[in-house]
């Protein structure tokens, strides 16, 4: 497997692309755009069926061939209600004014639906889930901009769970929409009135059908895909099956478990991109237990005990048992049945065939001690060592032996070693070879699929949840702006994983506000309506199109990543200078705290308590910090340059990809003149009075991102401060020679002569994954400056040292780390959460500055 390649598994294509322009060049953009532009042109003329399209599954899932497919007049939707299913309804909105939208949804006897309108989840059944005021698109408050003759997708997805017979009544799904002049309170909307047929299409336009085909062939095969570890679902059946451990003297069990969980002792191992091996080692009540999976098409578990014993360190196996639990995930329909002689788990998910599970050993009578496993579980015994389970295709109709089961899951894993090892040139334990390990085991183990995501998702941990009230844990997540996009970066440099990269960065990007920003956080349609958070999209967009060249993922989410650019002119620029200040716009009924106010604008800037921001300097009539943020400017000057770049790359017009990089040399230009300090020699934060504010984090270095820099400054801020021991601590030869232990590891978040730094505490001191990133993103612009150069490459081996150190000894990635040599301030563990993604951002950067995440062989896409 070459590094550079972008081979992966092929994705089905949309059936009404012609397949000769499915490559991604300028003919089949030119028909996409074509195509578009012809469909929502005949609605307005009146030349069009003016109808959207429904499938009825006979499954829970929307999966294969529907039963039903029909063309429906409008947007009211009645559904059967005889008999359980799943139903879509696809389309496009086409908008027939120059006014602003919101929706009303009227939902009748609908157990779960969902209504998304341009990728905003605009209504839904409550359960699964609850939405709190001020915090959602498409409300009479917060409604979406539409114009005239532009269409945008609509999508509806409907759960019926039924499974006994309704027939004189019928579930039922009306949409209807809200015409605006403005925003206005909910109680001041006017009625909402129906969807004239005239503004509907019956298909999605073909880029959405190209998103979507790439998604729904992610959403396939057993794997990890709730929040809780040891629980592995496969789908589209849904179908569960949960790997518990209960201790029979007390009557303790673990059920449900993540990284970082409290009541046990999670450690991973290695995580394959395509579910074909994972391993962790589970810790509970004194039993140490190796879990095994081979997951994908089929599925394999050995769970083995490695502490039975009596000596130190001992447990007795005999008082603990696997608790094996069937189920079905987000309340779809099926039915599992129990062999008589307990050996076997049938699963019958409605529609989508038979899966079978067969034991190593029969369930014993155990369970009846256990209450809190309840009656469907199998119980299977510790005292003669290992158990798991296989599915039939494997086993046969024999029960599998743990010894055939040990033996296929250690040969999955010398697969994944040797493809590791191939895409590496390195062993197993060479550091590049581990931080590659780390680094996917990032982002795999973090890998979800729920249903209000089209597809596949990386939360920054299992651990976090911003949705309101979830049904179940099935339903909680959440995603962060450029937590997110940094995963996205993450998975994209290898070709097994960068379809889940490309998954996970549509549903970012398209989390976007109705006012065109990013925000900080999404969930279920649940936003940070007020803000948003470091924009990279663009520039994490083109590093990935430099690399394989899809340029109908560029076509896709183009547009909403100059919207996010256009939304930071217009409300996030200070003046007078004309700089970008961070923000936090008034967002009535919304109850977090933070919105309008100076914290909420702390949380815009990612870095939640920089020491960069301490005192209190917002204006809660412009929504603005009054202070001029080099970090934010210079970034914005990246995302404009990398938006330019992908203009020319996708065959926009000359005309806007200069409007672009004049957009990008205008704020460069501001940053040139007037955030250089020369009394400090470096780029830094500066009030409108003409005051600099010394409080020196990395953000300074991202003033050569922006190529703000002279080279003689670039230098000096290479030398005086990055490799500096009294201030960013990387040494120059990248050995650490020099450093003291409470500023050993380097690049700390607030430089480390500042008074807040000896304390600590999250992004004053600690070392962070993405400042890492945006840091060598930043050298990377100045390679001609030889103290640059140097800076760079030392920062690459300290980062990278820092991340295996934690990796070898924890097997943690962490949010933050600490400083200090020995990590004496958090017991030698992570400062922050110990499994967050972006973590492995310390390792990443040393793989590219070796080549094993550079462009294709076609040459790099220059920044204009």
Same mark, same amino acid.
């Given at each position: 497997?070459?590094?550079?390649s ?45 109808e ?37 309804v ?12 919101a ?22 059944t ?45 579930? &039922? ?21 129906? $969807?004239?047929?005239? @503004?509907?299409?019956? @298909? ?21 895909? @709730? ?16 790997i ?10 673990l ?11 999670v ?17 509970f ?13 089929? !599925?394999?578990?050995l769970a083995?005990?490695?502490?039975? &014993?009596? =000596? ?21 329909? &099926? ?28 369930s ?8 809190? $496993? ?27 032996? $743990? ?38 085991a990032?982002?795999?183990?973090? !890998? ?16 976090w ?73 663009a ?12 340029a109908?993922?560029?076509e896709? !989410?183009?547009?909403?990543? !100059? ?19 961070? =923000? ?8 977090d ?68 990089s ?66 960013f ?11 003291s ?11 480390a ?13 600690? $070392? ?55 990590a ?9 959460t ?24 076609? &040459?790099?896409?220059?920044?204009v």
């Amino acid at each position: 497997l070459k590094p550079n390649s972008c081979d992966a598994r092929p994705v089905s294509q949309p059936s009404n692309h012609p397949p000769s322009l499915l490559p991604g060049g300028v003919t089949m953009r030119l028909w996409f755009r074509a195509v578009a532009i012809a469909a929502a042109a005949a609605v307005l003329l009146g030349g069009a069926h003016a109808e959207l399209t429904l499938s009825i599954y006979g499954n829970s899932a929307m999966h294969g061939e529907p039963e039903v497919q029909k063309d429906i007049p409008d947007l009211d939707v009645g559904l059967p209600l005889d008999r359980a299913y799943s139903a879509e309804v696809v389309g496009q909105l086409v908008y027939d004014a120059d006014s602003f939208f919101a929706f009303e949804c009227i939902f009748t006897r609908a157990q779960i639906a969902i209504v998304w309108v341009d990728d905003h989840l605009v209504c839904h059944t409550d359960p699964p889930f609850s939405t709190a005021v001020g915090t959602s698109d498409g409300t009479p408050m917060y409604p979406l901009r539409g114009a005239k003759g532009k269409a945008v997708p609509l999508v509806i997805h409907v759960y019926s769970n039924l499974t006994s017979a309704t027939h004189s009544q019928e579930l &039922g799904v009306n949409v209807r929409w809200i015409h605006l002049a403005a925003s206005v309170p909910q109680a001041r909307a006017p009625a909402s009135e129906a $969807v004239p047929a005239s @503004s509907l299409l019956p @298909s999605l336009p073909p880029l959405e059908l190209r998103r979507r085909a790439l998604q729904q062939s992610t959403k396939q095969g057993w794997n990890a895909w @709730s929040y809780n570890l040891l629980n592995v679902v496969k789908l589209p059946e849904s179908c569960s099956v949960t790997i518990g451990l209960c201790e029979l003297s007390t009557g303790k069990c673990l059920l449900d478990t993540f990284i970082e969980d409290q009541n046990a002792k999670v450690r991973v191992g290695m995580f394959a991109t395509d579910f074909s091996y994972w391993q962790f080692y589970l810790g509970f009540q004194g039993i140490n237990v190796s879990m095994s999976y081979s997951g994908g098409e089929h !599925l394999t578990i050995l769970a083995e005990p490695v502490n039975c &014993g009596r =000596g130190p360190g001992g447990a007795n196996c005999s008082d603990f048992v696997v608790v094996v639990m069937p189920s079905y995930k987000w309340e779809r329909v &099926g039915g599992v049945s129990i062999a008589q002689d307990k050996s076997s788990i049938t699963y019958s998910p409605l529609g989508l065939g038979e899966v079978e599970l067969r034991l190593t050993h029969r369930s014993s009578n155990l369970s009846l001690r256990l209450a809190a $496993v309840g009656a469907g579980a199998l119980v299977l015994p510790l005292d003669q060592g290992a158990v798991g389970l296989q599915d039939s295709v494997h086993s046969g109709q024999a029960p599998p032996s $743990v010894d055939e089961l040990r033996s296929f899951v250690e040969d999955a894993r010398r697969r994944e070693i040797a493809r590791i090892g191939a895409f590496t040139g390195d062993v197993e334990g060479g550091d590049r070879f581990a931080t590659k390990e780390a680094l996917q085991a990032a982002t795999m183990w973090n !890998l979800i699929y729920t249903p209000t995501e089209y597809g596949p998702v990386f939360p920054v941990s299992r651990s976090w949840n911003f949705v309101e009230k979830p049904l179940s844990k099935d339903w909680q997540y959440v995603i962060f702006d450029w937590d997110n996009i940094f995963a996205s970066y993450m998975s994209s440099y290898d070709p097994t994983s960068k379809d889940f990269a490309y998954s996970n960065f549509i549903q970012v990007i398209r989390s976007r506000t109705a006012k065109g920003f990013v925000p900080n956080y999404a969930a279920a349609g649940k936003k940070s309506l007020d803000r948003t958070e470091p924009p990279i999209g663009a520039k994490v967009l083109l590093e990935m199109y430099k690399k394989c060249k899809d340029a109908w993922l560029v076509e896709l !989410l183009f547009d909403d990543l !100059l919207g996010w650019s256009d939304w930071f002119l217009r409300e996030r620029i200070l003046q007078p200078s004309g700089l970008v200040a961070l =923000g936090s716009d008034f967002i009535a009924g919304n109850t977090d705290g933070s919105t309008n106010h100076m914290q909420g604008a702390r949380f815009e800037s990612g870095l939640d308590n920089s020491p960069m921001y301490d005192g209190e300097f917002f204006d809660n009539q412009t929504h603005l910090m009054g202070l001029y943020d080099v970090g934010m400017s210079s970034m914005f000057v990246q995302e404009a340059a990398s938006l330019a770049a992908l203009a020319k790359a996708i065959g926009r017009p000359d005309a806007e990809a200069k409007r672009l990089s004049d957009r990008a040399e205008a704020m460069r230009r501001l940053i040139s003149e007037n955030l250089w300090d020369p009394v400090g020699e470096i780029f830094t934060n500066r009030f409108p009075n003409g005051t600099f504010y010394r409080r020196i984090s990395p953000t300074s270095f991202y003033s050569m991102l922006a190529e703000a820099a002279t080279d003689e400054q670039a230098a000096s801020m290479a030398s005086q401060w990055l490799m500096s021991p009294k201030h960013f601590c990387i040494a120059p030869a990248g050995d650490f020679a020099g450093n003291s232990d409470s500023c050993y590891w380097g690049l700390p978040s607030i430089q480390a002569e500042d008074v807040a730094f000896p304390p600590l505490g999250y992004w004053r001191g600690y $070392v962070w994954g993405p400042m890492a990133m945006l840091t060598y993103w930043s050298l990377q612009q100045y390679d001609h400056v030889a103290e640059v150069r140097q800076g760079r490459k030392a920062l690459c081996k300290q980062m990278n040292q820092l991340m295996l150190w934690q990796w070898r000894k924890n097997r943690h990635i962490c949010e933050n780390y600490s400083p200090h040599r020995t990590a004496d301030d958090h017991a030698g563990d992570c400062s922050g959460t110990k499994f967050y993604h972006w973590g492995a951002l310390t390792g990443m950067i040393s793989l590219l500055e070796q080549g094993l995440h550079g462009s294709s062989a076609d &040459g790099d896409i220059v920044l204009v």
